[in-house]
């Protein structure tokens, strides 16, 4: 579990508050407000209030018929009876889609990882009492070397699923990712500062050359949406 939770805000175009609810385990923080009734029109920022809780706050807009949103069931990697052993944890965590004159920064997990090899966005988790977006810069740096300058949040990612950690333990993983655009003004060659941890390496890309890399499922379908 996160140190505090993970607070889902709704507020519409006044900015006054609309709806307030703890995002459960599991659980897509839209499905979320769309239980309410809302319907998600921006991510308007991501922070940490002074109870602890992570807050995600999003510009909402009455759904013209609500209905409650259908529940998605977790993907599940194991068989059932490991599945019903398998430990609860949700894992937020915050990263960047980096961007510099040399292109797109993408990291390689390492063998530590489920998925060695695969490329992904720099980034990782936010340590208890951490502001999101100073987990981003310091995970970033950890990662490749690059200093960045955060330019905004660009979205809010939730994946659930039951499988085997690296460590061989069956878990019930609530993964919460925030993502942030950012920029570096001077590039430098990437250096994992983070050695032997889930980074094997860093590089800049160009965008064209995303096709031809084993990219992360879901880093893929980020980028492949159009700009905001």
């Known amino acids: ?6 607070l889902v805000r709704g507020v519409d ?9 703890a995002l459960e ?3 897509d923080p839209r499905a979320v407000l769309a239980d309410a ?7 308007v920022s991501i922070g940490r209030q002074p109870g602890g809780e992570i807050e995600l706050d999003f510009r909402v807009r009455r759904r013209r018929a609500h209905a409650a949103a259908a529940p998605v069931a977790p993907r599940v990697e194991v068989s059932a009876a490991e599945a019903a052993g398998a430990v609860r944890k949700q894992r937020v965590a915050a990263y960047a889609v980096v961007r510099s004159e040399r292109g797109l920064l993408l990291t390689e997990f390492s063998a530590r990882t489920a998925r060695p090899g695969t490329w992904g966005l720099p980034g990782g988790g936010v340590e208890p009492g951490e502001e999101p977006d100073q987990a981003v810069v310091r995970e970033v740096w950890e990662e490749s070397g690059q200093h960045i300058r955060l330019e905004e949040p660009l979205d809010v990612l939730s994946q659930h699923w039951v ?3 690296p460590d061989g333990l069956v878990e019930d993983f609530h993964a919460v990712r925030l993502v942030y655009r950012a920029w570096v003004e001077e590039p430098t ?7 032997g941890g889930t980074t094997e390496s860093a590089a800049w890309v160009e965008e064209h050359e995303l096709a031809g ?16």
């Open 1 to 6: 579990m996160t140190d505090a939770g993970v």
């Open 213 to 228: 890399l084993p990219v992360s499922p879901w880093v893929g379908a980020l980028l492949a949406e159009p700009a905001r």
């Open 163 to 165: 499988g085997r950690a």
């Open 25 to 27: 385990h599991g659980a």
């Open 37 to 43: 009734g809302w319907e998600v029109v921006s991510l």
């Open 13 to 21: 175009g006044s900015g006054s508050d609309c709806v307030e609810v």
């Open 189 to 195: 060659d990437p250096v994992v500062h983070d050695v």
